[in-house]
Every structure is written in C-alpha cells, then in structure tokens.
C-alpha cells in the first residue's frame, strides 16, 4: 500500500510542477505548488501510514525508526521521472517527511531565465562562488546549471560532495565525481579535505555548515581551485556578514582580508510568482568582487556600501535585487505588488518604477 501511494503522490507533484511534498500525520500529503500548499485528494494519513512511507524510503538501509530516530536526510529516485531529497523526522510521537522535487533534466540558464552573466562566472579557473537565498529559492538548481555549464564546455575533474547527491550528473568534457555523505564519506569537512587530494578542478559542497569547512573551501580557492557552494542568506551584504560571524572576533579581520581575496561572485536568489501565475521566476542579485568589493568585505566600516558598488557596476555584469525587479517589472514577468514585497527597498523600487514611467511619457 505504502509503495503505491507513494509512487502515485510523487508522479503527481512532477506532473503538477511542485517543488515540495509534505506527508505528516493528521493531513492528506500536500504539494507545495508555486509556493502555495496544496492538498491532495487522498485519505488523512494516519501513524502507520507515515511509518510505512518512511520504511519504503529506508529499505535497504539499517535505519530503524523504532530506536533514537530523530531525523535523517537522503535521497529517493523513480527511473524516469524524478530524484526527491528526502528528510524524515519525528514529530509529537510520529513520523513526518517532506521530500524536495529534482528534475532529472538539469537545465540551462536560459532555461531557468538566469542572467547570462553567469555564462562568465561558469568560466573563472579559481576562487569562491556562492550561491544564496533562502530554502527553496532555487539554490541547488543554480548550482547544478553552473556544473552543467563547466561540463559542457570544458574539460575538467568536477567533484562534489553532497548530503544528500541531489541532481546526477553524466560526464559531459569533463569527469565528474559525486560523493554523499555517510555513503561515501562520513562528513564534509573530511570530504572536503580529501579533494584537495584527488586533483579536482572544481569543487563543489552542498552547504557551508561551520568554520571548518569555510577554513578548507578558501584554501582549496587560494590553491588554484574553483569551489562552489551555497548559504542560506539573502543577499550579498548579509553573506559577507554571515562568513564573517563563524570567526571569532580576534579573528576577523584576518579573515574579511582572506574572503576579500578569494571569493569571486554571490549569486542571491529569490523565487516570484510570474505575471500569468503559472509558474515562477527567479529575482538574482549579482556580486563580482571587484578591487571595491575586496575594499568594502575587508574594510568593516565599507561593507554596507555593497550594494550601493553593485548598483554602480552594471558593466561588469552586477545588478541588485530591486534593480532586477524593475526590469521584471518593465518586461511585464511580476505584479507591481509581488515586486514591491520582494524588494530590498520597497520605496526606492517605487520610485525607480514612477521615474521611468515619468521620463517615458
């Protein structure tokens, strides 16, 4: 009964575009659909529903939900159709899951209607790139298209490690190797470690975690190599803020002159409703660590200039939030009123939208 329902449920939430998929004692599973939870037509699942849902994703492991089980991340596929990123948790005596939609399709940045500055940023040799936004904004599909991109286009040892593998890749120009935490290395920081010794060209870790793996992804950058990752902040100037806060303070400052010179672009995402609600676009903010941008991270009193510089440097392929929210705007892809709730600067959005209304009539 478990394998079927779950099978139909996840056929489902691919065919209605979800990204999401609750299942959680006392509700039918719910399909989070362009951001909006949604039922599903189904009975309420009870304790041994969700038990026997999480026993088929486990099957095979020797995870035992009768013991301490408290959480646990990993992956579920349907040949064919899709990868789910599955996280199984206890909740007030039951068991509860939500699992992440990945694409078996890894599309291109035009597809995901990306700037097509990142065609660039694809193409640096060394440094560190970060990929930011809150949880489901689409940080791991940016990441998977800037792999993809390198793949393509290049030949190059690309080695990732993920908690858990999320999208697959196949060798394109280049060899790729996908290592998961606990099946094929028992962290991140060990993982980490161990690819400066396997001669990778790009590196990529799922999520930077805590200090330690902050420490080995600067050095693998200074060591020549390209490193990719992600953090849960929401734009350029509160990631500088969140590097900087896993050092100590007497720590600091050595560390915004080490940031300053090897990270090499932020790429902030926020997911928006399109003007047809039917589907969604991504709202990016881009960063390029220019000779200012190294002075503002390694300056304290500078940094909350940034976003002022990223305003001011649209030749070097930058833009700040609300100004690609007016060009979303202007090119009829959002409602002026999705635009001003996603805005950094709701006013200064506003105002950006009357004057070039003013100055075109």
């Known amino acids: 009964m478990a394998s079927k329902l779950l099978e139909k449920i996840l056929k489902l939430s691919v065919k209605e575009n979800a990204s999401d998929i609750h ?34 994703i486990l099957a095979g492991t020797n995870i035992d939900l009768t013991k301490d089980f408290y959480d646990y991340d990993t992956s579920y596929g349907i040949g064919g159709l899709a990868r789910f990123r599955v996280n199984i948790f206890r909740q007030r005596g039951s068991i509860g899951l939500v699992m992440r939609v990945i694409p078996m399709n890894i599309r291109t940045f035009e597809e995901l209607n990306l700037p097509l500055v990142l065609h660039q940023i694809a193409n640096l040799r060394r440094g560190l790139v970060l990929i930011t936004g809150a949880t489901g904004m689409g940080k791991s599909t940016t990441i998977a298209a800037i792999i993809e991109e390198i793949n393509r286009t290049r030949k190059a040892h690309i080695l990732t490690i993920e908690d858990p593998v999320e999208f697959t890749f196949k060798n394109g120009k280049s060899v790729i190797t996908q290592r998961e935490v606990l099946s094929d290395v028992s962290d991140f920081t060990r993982g980490l470690k ?51 806060s896993f050092y100590p303070p007497q720590e600091q400052a050595e560390a915004r002159i080490r940031i300053s010179e090897n990270l090499v672009a932020v ?43 990223i305003e001011e440097s649209r030749e070097f392929g930058m833009q700040s939030f609300d100004q690609h929210l007016v060009e ?34």
């Open 194 to 244: 161990a690819a400066l010794r396997q001669d990778p060209d790009v590196i990529m870790l799922g999520e930077l975690r805590e200090l330690d793996t902050i420490e080995t992804c600067l050095k693998a950058a200074e060591t020549g190599h390209l490193v990719l990752s992600t953090l849960h902040t929401t734009d350029a100037q509160k990631t500088i803020g969140r590097l900087i």
């Open 328 to 361: 979303l705007y202007k090119a009829s892809k959002i409602h002026l009123e999705i635009g001003k709730q996603a805005a950094s600067s709701p006013g200064n959005f506003e105002r950006a939208i009357t004057l070039d209304t003013t100055s075109s009539s």
């Open 267 to 309: 790429i902030s995402l926020r997911l928006l409703i399109n003007k047809a609600g039917t589907g969604r676009v991504p709202a990016v903010e881009i960063m390029r660590v220019t000779r200012t941008m190294q002075d503002c991270i390694s300056i304290p009193e500078k940094t909350h200039l940034l976003t002022k510089y």
């Open 23 to 56: 299942f959680q004692v006392g509700y039918p599973p719910l399909l989070r659909i362009f951001g909006n939870l949604v039922e599903v037509k189904v009975p309420i699942l009870t304790k041994s529903d969700t038990n026997e849902l999480a026993e088929e």
